[in-house]
């Protein structure tokens, strides 16, 4: 069965630092895509960053990058430059594409990031 | 604004009762998706359609059931609310069934039971 591990309950960066949240996870499949959501206190679920499992390079998006390591099935979020406003809880999902038959995510238990001033 | 809407944002009800949630997905999405968030549970997939056809089942109760209408607005019913019911329900939206792309959530409409 999938599985998406977030071992990181919390975290605590000071504004400016760049910060690693951790994901790992567990799929037999050779195609999958991985993604990070933001979900801040508001509620709301905001797309942040995907990777292919067939892509080579690691995913930017702005200050999010992804760093992707394959054979230790690990897909970390990097934020550089850390700001106030991604103060969040942030979530680790995964697809599998098997078949085109659905997109439907796999959600780890979630990474609350605090931003000191 | 992902452009997925859903409403009503905030529901209170009681024990027994039932609710429908409803979900407008982006313009041109063809699927739907169904989340729930509970604080003990995270974050739960419930249930896919596509184009109006259930396409993908998860871990939704029998006390709940939802529906794709026509015009791809979708529908979530729970009934014979439990005080475990309460959490915030997600719909999402994606162009396609599958092959790529990443879900755009809505809001969420928070349920509480009392």
């Known amino acids: 069965a999938q599985k998406i591990t977030q071992t990181q309950p919390g975290m605590f960066v000071q504004e400016k630092e760049a910060v690693t949240l951790d994901c790992t996870y567990d799929?037999?499949?050779?195609?999958?895509?991985l993604f990070w959501y933001k979900q801040p206190s508001s509620g709301e679920m905001i797309f942040l960053i995907y990777q292919g499992s067939y892509d080579e390079q690691n995913a930017t998006e702005g200050r999010y990058s992804l760093n992707f390591q394959k054979a230790r099935k690990s897909a970390n979020l990097v934020i550089s430059a850390s700001q106030l406003g991604d103060s969040a809880m942030y979530f680790c999902a995964m697809r599998e594409v098997y078949g085109g038959a659905t997109n439907k995510l796999i959600f780890g238990t979630g990474t609350l990031l605090a931003v000191q001033p | 604004d992902s452009g997925v809407t859903q409403t009503p944002k905030h529901l209170i009800t009681a024990t027994g009762q039932r609710v429908t949630l409803r979900c407008s997905p982006r313009s041109g999405d063809l699927s739907v998706y169904w989340y729930q968030q509970s604080l003990d549970q995270g974050l739960q997939f419930l249930i896919q359609?596509?184009?109006?056809?259930?396409?993908a089942k998860g871990n939704i109760l029998e006390r709940f059931s939802a529906q794709q209408f026509p015009d791809l607005h979708s529908e979530l019913n729970l009934s014979s609310l439990e005080l475990g019911d309460s959490a915030l329900y997600f719909c999402a939206s994606s162009p396609r069934t599958g092959g790529g792309g990443e879900l755009f959530f809505g809001e969420g409409s928070r349920l509480t039971v009392l």
């Open positions: 799929t037999s499949d050779q195609s999958y895509g």
């Open positions: 359609y596509y184009n109006g056809e259930e396409r």
